[in-house]
């Protein structure tokens, strides 16, 4: 799917905010006045304790979203069956609690890619919405393969991305776990090729357990990127009240 813009903007990218409104509100009061439209990488919920408030709060952000792998399985689409024990829990207690409206709409999202005029939006991969793109094995050829010089993706939970400049070697994107905030900047160079994470909202991965995401400025062809803290007790005490998994809830504190 291509969807066509007629200006230059600037893009809020979200993903895997996995039901946890408490990370979900501070990114967007962090990111309020910075962007001019928002797009959803997928993984609205699975995990959390507020599926039904984030889907409703995301779907009045943006149209622009695209499925993740928890989504489809808390949509009934897959069985969970490539889950671990306790990420099926979470997706069994999902299913029971989503309102009727907000299950169709988790089974009517679809599948990435999806095409915007400068990026493109995938969950997991563009061959495959729930590969893992962990490192170079997978990157590469990736990177040597993109439709357009920017993929957004998410899954891994991981901010930053790897990339091939022009004339240069392929790198990873690395983010200092810096002040709160804007805590780097990748320029995007002409002849580049970049698949950009903008983090986790929900679950981040990467060691730190601050809420993540990144803004894409169109017309600077910059991506930034932003790390928050949020009300992780909050989250903990919703979760263990839903009777979830402790594992789920401990790792939340500690971001892996």
Known sequence: MRIKSEHRLRYLV?????ANLEALEPCLELAQGKYDQAVCLGDLVGYGPDPNTVIARVRGLTQVIIRGNHDKACAGITDAHDFNHW?????????????????????????GPVML???GMVHGALVDEDEYILGPVEAL???RN???QVIFFGHTHVQG?????????????????????RTAVLTLQDAGRYLINPGSVGQP???????????????????????????????QEKMRKAELPEPLIRRLQVGR
């Open 205 to 235: 991965r990467d060691g730190d357990p601050r809420a993540a995401f990144a803004i894409f400025d169109e017309k600077q062809r910059e991506v930034e990127y932003y790390r928050i803290p949020y009300d992780i007790a909050r989250t």
């Open 87 to 111: 990420a099926r829990l979470a997706t069994m207690w999902t299913r029971d609690v989503l309102t009727p409206e907000n299950f169709a709409f988790l089974r009517e999202l679809p599948a």
């Open 117 to 119: 005029e400068t990026f």
């Open 161 to 181: 991305g790897f990339m091939l400049p022009p004339a240069g070697k392929y790198q990873s994107v690395r983010c200092s776990s810096g002040p709160h905030g």
């Open 146 to 148: 993109l439709p357009t």
């Open 141 to 143: 050829p990736a990177l």
């Open 14 to 18: 979200l993903s895997d905010t996995h």
